[in-house]
């Protein structure tokens, strides 16, 4: 099961972490302190705990101690495209390189607060995030809780690499299926194999002017849910267009990721039933800017004064919204850049903040696992210092990582 605790602490051991203020992935608390007994939280308050002998007492003054954020949208097998192009990535190096390079990804994720990855398709890497995973669970390379997707599926044809020369065909980026019986055998191989969920490219660029169209029916698409939900698992879409989002929603999907072309009309029937937004604003904001664009100096591109649009319809929606950059298109490590997109783009602090924790925590189906600062949880907890609450740039000092009772960040002097 994921999430299972190998190492068995020999001794028991207590923390008590002793910041300004807390957040517990709801709320705002001054004063609180929180104890961490082994690898779960033992209690969070105001009050004064009755410590046990061995208590370590961790000093954080000035900081914010909060949930391990959550990465609602990573790909750990990628890196920045201006490094290699997405292409050169699939095509040139090998997975022994990709696995190095995601292994030192996952390192870089951890640091800086985020304890848990939804990592949403190995971009040609196969299933090598599950062994990413395992070798995280079993201790041997340090890294996030990962929920995986192991390999994207698309409609034959439909994703890339491509040469434009009809005659050759090129490994893919994803797992490409051709018709409903295809789509069914590659949703059960995945689940074999190890994914925790289930994606689908529910639209992509293959309409005749290479414009983003609709890749497979209501009815395919009810068939991949209805499998994976058979076996306890959610179905995740990309989606760009209102076509594709329909059709994902009426599927019954869990998350939409992207959501560009969104309108509040489309929002508002997400929000109906229930399902998450994850609009990756980072992507398309660092895709550009390897393109050329001058960020605050060149005017602002279509693409992003629509993605804004969209945003401002969601959040008008009140559809719930998910923390996920894409990660991977920029870099690992980088993550809050979404973060403070989000605020940037008209999302208050506090609720980037709960998208972050207890948002994802309970949309990607872990909110009795981690999320919130509350008893019997994991002890994933940092510190930052400041208060990300009212400058959300705050959320990057991080001063102190833990995860699962075992901390793997701890700055000794804080300002
Ligand atoms: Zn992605």
Known sequence: MFFSFFASAQTDSFYLLKPDRVFDGEAMHNGWIVLVHNNKIEAAGDMNFK???????????????????????SHLFLHPYNEVSWNDQVLH???????????????????????????????GAMYDDVGLKTAIEKGIVPGPRMIVATRAIVAKGAYGPKYDNADIELPQGAAETGNSNELANEVRTQISKGADLIKI???????????????????????????????GREVVIHA????????????????IEHGDGGTEQVFQLMKEKGVALCPTLAAADAVLQYKGWKKGIDPEPE??????????????????????????????????????????????????????????????????EIGRIK????????????????????????????KDGKIYREVQKVQ
Do not use: W
């Open 240 to 255: 760009t267009t209102v076509e594709g989002m329909r059709r994902g929603i009426e599927a019954g999907v869990f998350t």
């Open 93 to 123: 190096e090998s997975r022994a390189e990709r696995t190095a390079r995601a292994v030192v990804h996952a390192h870089s994720t951890l640091l800086a607060g985020f304890t848990t990855v939804r990592d949403l398709g190995t971009e």
């Open 303 to 368: 693409q992003i004064a629509n993605k804004k649009r969209s945003f401002a319809a969601a959040l008008k929606s009140g559809v719930t919204i998910c923390m996920g950059g894409d990660v991977g298109v920029f870099s690992h490590g980088d993550n809050a850049r979404e973060m403070e997109m989000m605020v940037q783009y008209g999302m208050k602090p506090i609720d980037a903040l709960r998208s972050a924790t207890s948002v994802n925590a309970d949309v990607f189906g872990y909110k009795n």
């Open 375 to 402: 008893k019997d949880l994991f002890a994933d907890i940092i510190a930052v210092s400041g208060d990300p609450s009212t400058d959300i740039k705050n959320i990057r000092n991080v001063v102190f990582v833990m």
């Open 201 to 231: 490219y529910a639209d992509y660029r293959i309409g005749k002017n290479g414009d983003a169209a609709a890749t497979f029916t209501v009815d395919e698409l009810k068939a991949a849910v209805a499998i994976a939900k058979s076996s």
């Open 51 to 73: 410590l046990p002998a061995n208590t370590r007492v961790i000093e954080l003054k000035g900081t914010t101690l909060l949930p391990g954020l959550i990465e609602g949208h």
